[in-house]
């Protein structure tokens, strides 16, 4: 393993133009490209293809096209859980994503960080990233955006085109940008 990807699996900053990282981003592409290609038929193949690219999909979980996510080992999906169409996992640290979760249309995991104070890193294109967590039997609506190192807990619902900012506990409604809790389920 090189410095750079060695250096973004402990959260550190990195450089994403690694010819490693981008050899591994490269694969990633392809597979995806090659799952959005397939016919609507073509599920065993689909199912291949993600267990190909994946770190792991569980029993029962399946994710319609397009699928966008830039290395894909990173992510994590229990069983019986769904992801819509254009779902975007930015997986540069890993997304792990429980048992019986929905996740809705455009949803976007974004792990990714970048410097803010220091201007001249930003620009020489440094960054890190901070996992995601979501837990069981969670609903996410149309259009969700999880930030970096975010938590959802078990049995909570993202109301539609909220931006999730911080941690959320278990059996909570939250809604809004940034999303916040309007009341317990």
Same mark, same amino acid.
């Given at each position: 393993?090189?410095?750079? #990807?060695?250096?973004?699996?402990?959260?550190?900053?990195? #450089?994403?133009?690694?010819?490693?990282?981008?050899?591994?981003?490269?694969?990633?592409?392809? /597979?995806?490209?090659? !799952?959005?290609?397939?016919?609507?038929?073509?599920?065993?193949?689909?199912?291949?293809? =993600?267990?190909? /690219? /994946?770190?792991?999909?569980?029993?029962?979980?399946?994710?319609?096209?397009? !699928?966008?996510?830039?290395?894909?080992? =990173?992510?994590?999906?229990?069983?019986?859980? !769904? /992801?819509?169409?254009?779902?975007?996992?930015?997986?540069?640290?890993?997304?792990?994503?429980?048992?019986?979760?929905?996740?809705g249309p455009r949803a976007? =995991?974004?792990?990714?960080?970048?410097?803010?104070?220091?201007?001249?890193?930003?620009?020489?294109?440094?960054?890190?990233?901070?996992?995601?967590?979501?837990?069981?039997?969670?609903? !996410?609506?149309?259009?969700?955006?999880?930030?970096?190192?975010?938590?959802?807990?078990?049995?909570?619902?993202?109301?539609?085109?909220?931006?999730?900012?911080?941690?959320?506990?278990? #059996?909570?409604?939250?809604?809004?940008?940034?999303?916040?809790?309007?009341?317990?389920?």
């Open positions: 393993m090189g410095e750079h #990807k060695g250096r973004m699996l402990r959260g550190e900053l990195y #450089k994403d133009n690694d010819p490693e990282l981008v050899a591994e981003r490269y694969r990633a592409q392809r /597979l995806c490209a090659e !799952f959005n290609g397939t016919e609507p038929d073509a599920g065993e193949r689909r199912e291949q293809l =993600l267990r190909d /690219l /994946l770190g792991g999909l569980g029993e029962g979980s399946w994710i319609m096209p397009r !699928f966008q996510c830039d290395y894909g080992y =990173l992510i994590e999906i229990g069983s019986n859980s !769904f /992801l819509n169409y254009d779902a975007i996992l930015l997986d540069c640290a890993p997304i792990r994503i429980g048992d019986d979760v929905s996740i976007q =995991l974004l792990t990714a960080l970048h410097p803010m104070e220091d201007h001249e890193a930003r620009r020489q294109r440094w960054e890190s990233a901070a996992p995601i967590t979501i837990g069981n039997n969670v609903w !996410f609506g149309g259009g969700v955006t999880v930030c970096a190192g975010v938590t959802v807990g078990d049995d909570t619902v993202v109301g539609a085109g909220s931006v999730v900012t911080r941690d959320l506990p278990s #059996k909570v409604f939250a809604a809004g940008n940034p999303a916040r809790v309007i009341r317990g389920l």
